[in-house]
């Protein structure tokens, strides 16, 4: 598994760049809305694609917190459909 992060420009403090990851580029900045107990909350899929979310980030820890396995199976399930990058 890699990761890498190249720098495509800068303004001051700021950078722009692409972040590479075994499950494909996200360009930065980027919004990553954050699913929580295996759902981004109050928004559909069709939202976030709207929105330009390329990347959902999924806390793993939640979902191992749950002991039955039906937190795990809605995140996978949710995020199979997702033609961007999925992280926990």
Avoid at 16 to 34: I, L
Avoid at 49 to 60: D, K, P, Q, T, V
Wanted: net charge negative; charged share 15%; glycine share 10%.
């Amino acid at each position: 598994m890699s990761f890498s992060f190249q720098i495509e420009g800068t303004a001051g403090a700021a950078r722009a760049g692409v972040f590479s990851t075994p499950h494909g580029p996200v360009e930065t900045p980027a919004f990553m809305p954050v699913g929580t107990l295996a759902t981004v909350k109050a928004l559909d899929p069709e939202d976030l694609i709207r929105m330009g979310a390329s990347m959902i980030l999924g806390n793993a820890y939640h979902l191992h917190l749950r002991p039955a396995t039906t937190s795990c199976e809605r995140w996978a399930d949710s995020t199979a459909s997702c033609s961007g990058t999925v992280r926990s």
